[in-house]
């Protein structure tokens, strides 16, 4: 079993910058890959990064590409994102995800994750 932990979120400006973090404990042996997703209200849940575990190889969806980076500390067992050029689209709680197979590397579907945090929230005003 994987276990996550989000933080960082908060309440910002549009345009602000800010840096959420995902610790990982547990079986943190078995992780492969590590993503962040993120949930509006009355929206599904969208992928926002992937980084491959033990190269560290990213994806980014379209939306945050060139203002979001991911960012993995191996010997930490930690995953950051870092977010720049917030817009108010940006709002939704965010949520950090493993997967433990190989095929969930890099995906962008929520159904290849095993594992996930509970969620941290950002909101960002206009």
């Known amino acids: 079993q994987v276990h996550l932990v989000e933080s960082g979120g908060g309440l910002v400006q549009a345009g602000a910058s800010l840096r959420l973090s995902c610790v990982a404990s547990g079986r943190t042996f078995s992780i492969y890959g590590m993503a962040w997703f993120r949930q509006a209200p009355g929206k599904e849940r969208e992928f926002v990064s992937a980084?491959?575990?033990?190269?560290?190889?990213?994806v980014f969806a379209d939306s945050v590409e060139g203002r979001f980076s991911i960012v993995r500390d191996y010997a930490e067992n930690t995953l950051y994102l870092h977010m720049s050029s917030l817009k108010p689209e940006d709002t939704g709680a965010y949520y950090c995800?493993?997967?433990?197979?190989?095929?969930?590397?890099?995906?962008?579907?929520?159904?290849?994750?095993?594992?996930w945090g509970q969620g941290t929230q950002l909101t960002v005003s206009s």
């Open positions: 995800a493993a997967t433990s197979t190989l095929r969930g590397i890099l995906s962008f579907r929520a159904g290849m994750y095993d594992y």
């Open positions: 980084v491959k575990w033990n190269d560290g190889n990213t």
